[in-house]
Nanobody, 121 residues
């Protein structure tokens, strides 16, 4: 089993910044991707940003040029630096990891418990 523990959410005003962090622990042979999703009330969960094994990144169009994702492979952590926050960024943010727990096993998807980010206007 793999555990993802998030930290760093909170309440900020529009234009301010926040940094989210997530640490993966447990049975990890290889992390294929790590990333962040978010879910606003009444909306579907959506990809915010992700790092794929090898280092390539993917961002939602709505956060490009404002958010930066980074991974520390040695520590199995992922961070999301969020700048110029907008009220539309308000959501519960979930850490995600696609993990091969043991050699020769398939990839499994794991989620953190979520952290609330609220941006006031």
């Amino acid at each position: 089993q793999v555990q993802l523990v998030e930290s760093g959410g909170g309440l900020v005003q529009a234009g301010e910044s926040l940094r989210l962090s997530c640490a993966a622990s447990g049975s990890i042979f290889k992390i294929v991707t790590m990333g962040w999703y978010r879910q606003a009330p009444g909306k579907q969960r959506e990809l915010v940003a992700a790092v794929i094994s090898g280092g390539s990144t993917d961002y939602a169009d709505s956060v490009k040029d404002r958010f930066t994702i980074s991974v520390d492979n040695a520590k199995n952590t992922v961070a999301l630096e969020m700048n110029s926050l907008k009220p539309g960024d308000t959501a519960v943010y979930y850490c995600n990891a696609d993990v091969i727990p043991r050699e020769f096993q398939p990839v499994f998807r794991f989620w953190g418990q979520g952290t609330q980010v609220t941006v006031s206007s």
